[in-house]
């Protein structure tokens, strides 16, 4: 009877185990997105070069780390190692707020963009800020002015129902590090503008507002139940 039993356990032993290599192997991996417009396609504002670098080399490598730590980080799961899971947690917030704060960069990004939103965003603009010219000018000095690497962010608050700007460090990604939905982001890394504007940060950044997609702005914000 009690080889019976041993014999039942290792065999739903291998049966979790198996289903969690089933689990592991069939899990779809995050993939590096395409862009809807070619790599010169926001040039004079971004370079092509830029753009490649950017997209298909830095991009890339945030996506293949991240699926490679959230591997390390199911089989520190599923062995119960909780220490090996918290020393992967920089890893995840790193890797994996590069795929989602440069996911929203590109599609935020138009070779038809550029001047000014309209409609119930550029309402809420002028009521939260003032002004467009006002938001514009606050959101390039809140950019302008992070220290070392990282993003300025436009977002939505959603216990206030109001737009605000906010800077993020590193790769933090906008809504897990400060709760606000994010819109519209620029990436001030010296990756995504050194090649073509060198150490003028101010400059790449007013180059920025030609190329904004408001068009996607005004629907992140419509997809937070606000248009």
Known sequence: MLSRVNQMSRSTASLC???????????????????????????????????????????????????VTEEKYREALAK???????????ALRFNGGGHVNHTIFWTNLSPNGGGEPRGQLMDAIQ????????????????????????????????????????ACANQDPLQGTTGLIPLLGMDVWEHAYYLQYKNVRPDYVKALWNVINWENVSERLRACGKL
């Open 17 to 67: 185990s198996q289903t969690l290599h089933q689990f592991s192997a069939s899990r779809q991996k995050h993939m590096l997105p395409d862009l809807t417009y070619d790599y010169g396609a926001l040039e004079p504002h971004i370079s092509a070069e830029i753009m490649q670098l950017h997209h298909s080399k830095h991009h890339a490598t945030y996506v293949n780390n991240l699926n």
């Open 80 to 90: 119960g190692d909780v220490t090996a899971q918290v020393a992967l947690q920089p």
């Open 127 to 166: 009521r939260d800020f003032g002004s467009f010219q006002k938001m514009r000018e606050r959101m390039s000095a809140a950019t302008v002015a992070v220290q070392g690497s990282g993003w300025g962010w436009l977002g939505y608050d959603k216990e206030s129902d109001r737009l605000r700007i906010a």
